[in-house]
Each structure stands twice: as structure tokens, then as C-alpha cells.
């Protein structure tokens, strides 16, 4: 039963990977570059959670999914501002310039972060109300079924959104040629808040989640899975919106193998030899197609 | 089949004679569609229109032709707001557009199918029609131009689902156009139609472009290469060389044109 259990403590790890790696695949998708910010975002969405939390009853569903929608909506909020200010002015500017902005964007959230809230970890609440379930000797907690829920029903409405909308159609438009999207009267800029904000939302859902599975945060907290669910979306193929997905749910079910094994001190090391070795043999990840650039 | 249309076969007859010889009687004092003063445009130091004028009257087809680099392309993405004039001024409807951002030029009418067609590769053919017609609000309407796009392309609609990239070059080139269409354009800019496509298939886009401009009233300014075949469906013709005027004139007696058969129609 050992390794099932450790499979469900991966699928819940790599689902939150997976959350944060769609909103790096989308922003790459429409804009060509890695917002490295974007694991501050996440962050974020655990502090509004943490901030917001007293407001509303606590360990109920209702309260829960309050916190959880006012950290979605937050993030959105900051994720389309931060994208108004730091990189709509860059826009035609070259990739590195973006980046660079993005790690200094990256750097200010973190830092201000330890201004505003302390370097010292928080303990986050208990937002659902918190059960075990034993099957065997499989110990399942309600937070992680939650957490495998949610970012279900997330990927599923983004999948609605992104193939069934029009603001959906016109994201994958902008993705693929934003040109001819200008020409089809695509008002660019405003797609592009839009991808920020919902990217930004899916952080906020995933920074909240996975502060109710790991109950402590800090204004630095965003940095190591960040990093990792980069990794995932460029798994995944970078810019492949169900390749950020299966890249996250890949990476977190590794990493959680190797964490119960003998092995578990090397857990990272391995997690990425796995992937740099999965990204010899596919360089364009997973799902991703290598495309030429068309001039 | 790939790109080499360069040796034009002779526009052969087809059903539905166009325009050849008789251009459709250009009423003196038509009002103007588009009017375009005195545009200069450069990227960084390199100047790519120098004062370009021009005229294109409601409901005409007009040509400009001209060799590459020449600027004609510029000029296209300067009219659309891709590419931002330098100085001078662009008139659509009597209204100044110089200034405005693609989609308020969308907005207004003025549609531009790109060279090279840029469909969304990725995207169905239905949803390419579907962003044609992003900023109509009216269901209805854009249903009945939806039909109007098929009865003009019947081969669009057998592909609907299918991934514009998978579409041959003269299907992408008619899916172009019919996203054009989508969003009831007033006035259609059409840069290099003929580029990429099967010799077989450039007298039916042609066809069809002359349909648009005779069915729905849509004003046309055509970008093309292939000199000849643009100055027989246009009433009026600017070559441009260098990005400048170097000739303007009707487009029958361009066409007779001893300097200009030399330079661009093959002797």
C-alpha cells in the first residue's frame, strides 16, 4: 500500500505544481516570456488567505471557499496590475529586458513581503473543516482530496474558458499570431491583463491550498515550488496549457517517490535528472511540438 | 506549386469573365474612402515611405503594384495601425485615422488581410471565422455573414473543423479573406493575395475578389505582385518604387504603359 499512499501524496504535491505552472504556460504563450514574479503571486495567495481567514467562520466549506475565491480574486487583481506596470511598458522591448524586469518584479514581492508581513513563518489556519480517511493502510486527508478537487474543477473551467469563450479564443489568437490578432480588431493588450489574471487567480487558488497541506508560510515560501512548477510547464512543453498540467502532476508524484524512499535526501537531485533526462530525449517537453519560428 | 507563381500563365477566360478590358464605368466625383497624404514612415533610420498620397473612392478596386521592398506592404500596415506614421495623414470616411490603435481601425470598417495570410494555424476554421468577427455584438448578423462567407467559399465550410494549418495555401488565402469579410468590412486592404497559391486557384480568388467588390459594395485596395492580373480587376493604379509615387494612372492605360510593361509586367 506504501506506494499508493505515496502516489495520492504526489498527485496532491503535483496538482499545486500544476496550478502554478498553467499561469507561467500562459503568459509564455502569449507573450514569450517567463514571468518569474509569478511564484510571488502564489505567495500572495497564501497571505490573503491567512489575512482574510479570521474573517469568516472558520473550518467550514463556505468559509473555506470564501478565502479561496478572495485569494483567487486578489491574485488577479496583483497579477494584472503587475503586468500594467512592470511589463505593458516593455512591450516590444526586447525578451531579456522583460526578464530582468520580471526577476526585479519577482525580488520587490518578496522583499516588501518581509516588510509587510515578517520574515518569520505563520502558522496558516485550518480552513475546511480538517478529516482523515483510513482505508487499509492508506491515511488520506480531507485537505488533499480538496486540493485534488479543486484543481480539478480549476483545469476543467480553464479548459471551458480557453476553448469555449470568445476572450478564450481570442488568448490562443494572440498566442499564435498577435499580429493578425490586431488585425482581426483583438484588443491585445487587454487579452493579455486578462491571461494575467486568470494565471494569477490559479496561483492564489494554489497558494492556498498549499498552505493548508504545508501550514506554514513565509514571504519567501514561493521560491522553491515556483522553481518547480517552471520546471513542470517546460516538462510539459512551455506555452502547452494541458502539458502544464500533466508536467505538474509528473513532477510532484516523482518527487514524492523518491522522498519516501531510501533516497529521500536527494529528492530534488533526482526529481530533475528525471525531467533533464525525459528532456534529452523530447527537448519540447512532454506535449509540446517543436515548431520552427516563422518569420 | 510551393511559391513560384513568377511565370504567370495567361489569365485564361473563365466562366465569369472579369473585368478584362472594360473596367466598370468609375463615376467622376465618386466620394472618397480612403485617403492617404503625404505618409512618411521609418524603422529606426531607415526610411521606407517617403510621402506617400493616394486615393481610393467608395466601392473601387485599386492597385498598388510595385517591386520588393518597394514599400507597399508598409503602406498596408501603416493604414491598419501596425506600424505608426512618421508624419502625414490617413483619412477613412472623412474621419482622421492616423492616430488610432488596430482595433478602433477594425472598428471603423477598415480591414486588412496580411501577406502571408497568418491565419491562426491552431485554431479550427470555424474559429478563425469566429475572431474575423471578434468585435460584432449582433448574433444574428454575423450568422448571415457567416453564409455569405460560405456561398462565396463553399470550400470553407466543408472544413470547418479542421485546423487552418492543415488548409492548402489557396484555402488558407480564402479562409484570410473570408475572416476578413467577418467583420462586415467597408473596405478591404489585400496584401499579395496571389502569393504561395496554385496558378490553378489565383483566377478564382481573383474572381472572388471582384464578387466582394461588386456584391457587397466593399472597396478594395490590393497589394500584388503579379502586376498584371491586379491592374485588370482595379480602375486605378499607383506603382510605388522605393517608397515613393512613381506612377499613378487608370488601370488600362498603366497597362499599356511601354516604361511600366518593362519594369513590371514582363516586356
Known sequence: MEPVQQLINGLSLGAIYALIALGYTMVYGVLRFINFAHADVFMLGAFIGYYTAPLVPAETVWGGLAVLAAAMLGCAVVGMLIERLAYRPLRGAPTLNVLITAIGVSLLLEYSGQVFFGATPRTFPELFPAQRFTLGSLVISSNQVLVIGVTLALVAALQWIIHRTRIGTAMRAVAQNPRAALLMGINTNRVIAFTFGLGSALAGAGGILYALNYPSIDPLMGVAPGLKAFTAAILGGIGNIPGAALGGLLLGIVETLVAGSALSTYKDAIAFTILLIILFFRPAGLLGKRTTEKV | ?267
Open chain 2, 1 to 267: 506549386m510551393q511559391s513560384n507563381t513568377e511565370p504567370m500563365p495567361r489569365h485564361t477566360p473563365s466562366p465569369a469573365p472579369l473585368t478584362r478590358g472594360q473596367p466598370p464605368a468609375c463615376k467622376i466625383n465618386e466620394p472618397t474612402a480612403l485617403a492617404v497624404d503625404d505618409l512618411y514612415v521609418s524603422y529606426g533610420a531607415i526610411s521606407a515611405l517617403r510621402g506617400i498620397s493616394l486615393n481610393v473612392p467608395a466601392g473601387a478596386i485599386v492597385t498598388l503594384i510595385g517591386g520588393n521592398g518597394a514599400g507597399k506592404t508598409t503602406t498596408l500596415q501603416t493604414l491598419s495601425g501596425l506600424v505608426r506614421a512618421k508624419s502625414g495623414r490617413i483619412h477613412f470616411l472623412g474621419e482622421d485615422i492616423t492616430a488610432l490603435a488596430p482595433h478602433e481601425i477594425v472598428a471603423r470598417g477598415l480591414c486588412h488581410v496580411p501577406e502571408g495570410r497568418m491565419v491562426f494555424p491552431q485554431l479550427t476554421v470555424d474559429e478563425n471565422l469566429s475572431m474575423g468577427a471578434y468585435l460584432r455584438k449582433n448574433a444574428a448578423a454575423v450568422a448571415q455573414t457567416r453564409d455569405t462567407v460560405f456561398t462565396l467559399f463553399p470550400r470553407l465550410k466543408e472544413r470547418l473543423r479542421q485546423s487552418a494549418g492543415t488548409l492548402s495555401g489557396g484555402e488558407q488565402q480564402m479562409l484570410a479573406i473570408g475572416r476578413a469579410l467577418m467583420s462586415a468590412p467597408k473596405f478591404l486592404m489585400l496584401d499579395e493575395p496571389s502569393l504561395g497559391i496554385a496558378p490553378r486557384l489565383i483566377s478564382t480568388i481573383f474572381e472572388k475578389i471582384v464578387e466582394i467588390n461588386r456584391s457587397q459594395g466593399v472597396a478594395i485596395l490590393l497589394v500584388e505582385q503579379n502586376a498584371k492580373l491586379a491592374l485588370e480587376i482595379s480602375t486605378h493604379a499607383y506603382v510605388l518604387e522605393t517608397g515613393h509615387i512613381a506612377m499613378q494612372g487608370p488601370s488600362p492605360t498603366l497597362r499599356n504603359d511601354a516604361q511600366l510593361k518593362a519594369a513590371y509586367l514582363g516586356g
